[in-house]
């Protein structure tokens, strides 16, 4: 069926998304990410899904029925992708309600294709081959590179969108790089990635102030989901500060090493765990060498440091939603100067409550003068609510810097 049909991807990652499309066209899928947005997509959200559903899955699945409602797709060759955790999270039933809404439109016939790493829906499953595989790798790596140096450019930027500019004209040249073996020349990538937002015209004569952002994976990343937060922190003359997806992979490979040491699950494929975590941490080092040789930017924090700081406020088989790895991310941000941190989450999802506004007490007995915030997203949340929140954060954000600068 691939040849034929089309395949829709909820947005999450603008840049890394991008570099999909070309990724799957080469093992001959056709992925198209939707980008529609607007209240639309709530309202069909809230009209196919129970609004006590974790509100990611109310906003996938109103996305896919706002654009499949559009028009223009053939309902006759179009099917729908969606990823599941298979972990203790409300996203391993996305599929299922996915199924159920389209259903309710009497679109029974689209295919729905799972993507996920523990053999859920083995017969509706994208099929993961080596060379794939590589090809994502890769790509995550990347567009983690373009979202980290990204952030620490636009703020200052001289012309207005000049760095996104930049970016999509990199994307554009990296885009035929996945029809042979030249992505899998990383250093050289990098570097060129480098220079050119180094050439981005820029005022750095005052330093914004550095506000981390953590939370759920798909509150985290998504604008769809948060409301443009990195823009709109931007906007308020702040630099965002965001952490790579491939460190939630990495957590997800950490989970299945702790798993082995704790309950001796997975003994067979122990070895390869450890291995596929040797091999990401070494991919991620490459780019972070690179920008701490060449000085002009700031490199990301080692994976490896995250787990330490994590370990040292909860128990590593903490693990449902974002577990440890949120905790380690806010400690890391704050021992890395940056003590100003927003935790996007969804209203209910309790894995992420516990990890994120459970844990904040503890970090600010350790640090005093950390600056946290969780801000809760759900289908009853008024933006207005949400910015006003993220203000007052701000603005004790900016007395911080003030008293720091009088004393």
Same mark, same amino acid.
């Given at each position: 069926?691939?040849?034929?049909?089309?395949?829709?991807?909820?947005?999450?990652?603008?840049?890394?998304?991008?570099?999909?499309?070309?990724?799957?066209?080469?093992?001959?899928?056709?992925?198209?990410?939707?980008?529609?947005?607007?209240? +639309? @997509?709530?309202?069909?959200? %809230?009209?196919?899904?129970?609004? /006590?559903?974790?509100?990611?899955a109310l906003l996938v699945i109103g996305q896919m029925i706002d654009a499949l409602k559009s028009g223009k797709y053939d309902i006759d060759h179009v099917a729908c992708a969606i990823t599941q955790t298979a972990g203790g999270c409300r996203a391993s039933n996305y599929l299922s309600l996915l199924r159920k809404a389209l259903a309710m439109e009497g679109w029974q016939r689209i295919p729905c294709l799972s993507a996920n790493a523990n053999g859920l829906e083995k017969g509706s499953s994208v099929e993961f081959t080596m060379p794939l595989i590589l090809r994502i790798l890769y790509g995550a790596l990347y567009g983690d590179a373009l979202m980290w140096l990204?952030? +620490? @450019?636009?703020?200052?930027? %001289?012309?207005?969108?000049?760095? /996104?500019?930049?970016?999509?004209?990199f994307i554009d040249e990296l885009i035929p790089m996945f029809e042979h073996g030249a992505y899998k020349q990383s250093k050289r990538i990098y570097k060129k990635m480098l220079e050119i937002f180094k050439t981005i015209p820029q005022d750095r004569s005052q330093i914004k102030i550095r506000i981390g952002i953590v939370g759920e994976i798909y509150m985290k990343y998504s604008p769809l989901g948060n409301q443009h937060l990195e823009d709109y922190l931007i906007e308020e003359g702040f630099e965002p500060v965001l952490s790579g997806v491939m460190d939630f992979a990495l957590y997800c490979v950490e989970n299945s090493i702790i798993d082995y040491e704790y309950y001796h699950m997975h003994e067979k494929n122990h070895y390869i765990y450890n291995i596929v975590k040797d091999v990401i941490?070494?991919?991620?080092?490459?780019?972070?060498?690179?920008?701490?040789?060449?000085?002009?930017?700031?490199?990301?924090?080692?994976?490896?440091?995250?787990?330490?700081?994590?370990?040292?406020?909860?128990?590593?088989?903490?693990?449902?939603?974002?577990?440890?790895?949120?905790?380690?991310?806010?400690?890391s941000h704050i021992k890395s100067g940056v003590t100003n941190v927003i935790s996007a989450q969804p209203f209910g999802c309790l894995p992420?409550?516990?990890?994120?506004?459970?844990?904040?007490?503890?970090?600010?007995?350790?640090?005093?003068?950390?600056?946290?915030?969780?801000?809760?997203?759900?289908?009853?949340?008024?933006?207005?609510?949400?910015?006003?929140?993220?203000?007052?954060?701000?603005?004790?954000?900016?007395?911080?810097?003030?008293m720091k600068a009088s004393i």
């Open positions: 069926m691939k040849k034929d049909y089309t395949i829709l991807v909820p947005s999450m990652l603008p840049i890394h998304f991008r570099l999909l499309t070309p990724v799957f066209a080469k093992s001959g899928y056709k992925l198209e990410v939707l980008t529609n947005e607007g209240e +639309q @997509v709530r309202e069909e959200g %809230l009209a196919h899904v129970h609004n /006590d559903t974790c509100y990611p990204s952030n +620490q @450019v636009k703020p200052y930027e %001289l012309e207005k969108g000049a760095t /996104d500019k930049a970016v999509n004209q941490m070494r991919m991620q080092k490459t780019f972070r060498d690179i920008v701490k040789k060449d000085g002009t930017f700031i490199a990301p924090d080692d994976f490896s440091e995250v787990i330490d700081n994590g370990k040292a406020f909860i128990d590593p088989g903490v693990k449902m939603g974002e577990g440890w790895l949120l905790t380690g991310e806010v400690v992420n409550h516990i990890v994120a506004k459970g844990m904040v007490r503890k970090i600010k007995d350790e640090y005093p003068k950390a600056n946290i915030v969780a801000i809760d997203y759900d289908p009853s949340a008024s933006k207005v609510n949400q910015e006003n929140r993220i203000r007052l954060m701000l603005a004790n954000a900016k007395l911080s810097e003030e």
